[in-house]
T-cell receptor, first 115, second 110 residues
Framework: DAGVIQSPRHEVTEMGQEVTLRCKPISGHDYLFWYRQTMMRGLELLIYFNNNVPIDDSGMPEDRFSAKMPNASFSTLKIQPSEPRDSAVYFC?????????????FGPGTRLTVL | RKEVEQDPGPFNVPEGATVAFNCTYSNSASQSFFWYRQDCRKEPKLLMSVYSSGNEDGRFTAQLNRASQYISLLIRDSKLSDSATYLCAAYNQAGTALIFGKGTTLSVSS
């Protein structure tokens, strides 16, 4: 049974370039979350979707960040233009339904380095 | 006050020791809490859920104190393989997304 799938696993880019991170949630999961993890700030919630609709994007740091979920099996997080301070590990996670008893399943993450 | 706060550690303990981590949360309406384990360069994975006063699974015990708004994780008879970062999480005000603490690092040595 496939878990949450993320690609690429590693991305190295130069400042100013556009970066697109991809996520495929677990089939049947209605909620999808994007997190960013750094040593300084820990694991931060950026945005989440319910049934492909963005519910809360208050964690998105700047207008340079955008996220979409065109269908139930695919989401993207885009950074344009990228900056060195965007270097972090970006995780995607999903849960089957809302409710306070659900475990979030994480993908393996994308390690982004912006030079 | 941050929504979920943890002592970052590191906690350095010998094998066989008992170690406890605490985590405080600000959302008094939260109904459930989670401890995740994260190994170096890996994704977080669920270790334990805490819905009522506590939960026990082998050497691991999680307890919830609603009055003081904190949860704890107790690890007995520590093993080398317990070395990892332990993340505490609570649901946000809307009850729809998990908010994580920064994590507590544990290092168990022989």
């Amino acid at each position: 049974d496939a878990g949450v799938i993320q690609s690429p696993r590693h991305e190295v880019t130069e400042m100013g370039q556009e970066v697109t991170l991809r996520c495929k949630p677990i089939s049947g999961h209605d909620y999808l979350f994007w997190y960013r993890q750094t040593m300084m700030r820990g694991l931060e919630l950026l945005i989440y979707f319910n049934n492909n609709v963005p519910i809360d994007d208050s964690g998105m740091p700047e207008d340079r960040f955008s996220a979409k979920m065109p269908n139930a099996s695919f989401s993207t997080l885009k950074i344009q233009p990228s900056e060195p301070r965007d270097s972090a590990v970006y995780f995607c996670a999903s849960i089957p339904t809302s409710g306070s008893y659900n475990e979030q399943f994480f993908g393996p993450g994308t390690r982004l380095t912006v030079l | 006050r941050k929504e979920v706060e943890q002592d970052p550690g590191p906690f350095n303990v010998p094998e066989g020791a008992t170690v406890a981590f605490n985590c405080t949360y600000s959302n008094s309406a939260s109904q459930s809490f989670f401890w995740y384990r994260q190994d170096c360069r890996k994704e977080p994975k669920l270790l334990m859920s805490v819905y009522s006063s506590g939960n026990e699974d082998g050497r691991f015990t999680a307890q919830l104190n609603r009055a003081s708004q904190y949860i704890s994780l107790l690890i007995r008879d520590s093993k080398l393989s317990d070395s990892a970062t332990y993340l505490c999480a609570a649901y946000n005000q809307a009850g729809t997304a998990l908010i994580f603490g920064k994590g507590t690092t544990l290092s168990v040595s022989s």
